[in-house]
């Protein structure tokens, strides 16, 4: 497992933007963000491959957000643009150590963050 500690979630209005940050210890093969909003499914937006900067991303935030990783503090990005009221979700960091098929699929992730809340009001 791999402890993960989001951070950088807050409240903004419609077009504005976020970092959210994600500190992981141990060794990560991809790492993912993930949200969740009441009533719905967790949602894979971006993943990333750690070695080779390998990225997916749900349709619904191509364009407007980017997940990096830095791979020196072991900490992974998602600069979120141009943010909508759809957006608003808590925030969730994953990681796994291996290869999997289903990036964008929480349940092949073995270790997740607490959460962190974002907030888009219209």
């Known amino acids: 497992q791999v402890q993960l500690v989001e951070s950088g979630g807050g409240s903004v209005q419609a077009g504005g933007s976020l970092r959210l940050s994600c500190v992981a210890s141990?060794?990560?093969?991809?790492m993912g963000w993930f949200r969740q909003a009441p009533g719905k499914e967790r949602e894979g937006i971006a993943t990333?491959?750690?070695?080779?900067?390998?990225?997916v991303y749900a349709d619904s935030v191509k364009g407007r957000f980017t997940i990096s990783h830095d791979n020196a503090k072991n900490t992974l990005y998602l600069q979120m643009n141009s943010l909508k009221p759809d957006d608003t979700a808590m925030y969730y960091c994953?990681?796994?150590?291996?290869?999997?098929?289903?990036?964008?699929?929480?349940?092949?992730?073995?270790?997740w963050g607490p959460g962190t809340q974002v907030t888009v009001s219209s």
């Open positions: 994953a990681a796994t150590q291996s290869w999997l098929p289903t990036p964008r699929l929480a349940y092949a992730y073995t270790s």
């Open positions: 141990g060794y990560t093969y991809r």
């Open positions: 990333i491959r750690t070695g080779d900067g390998n990225t």
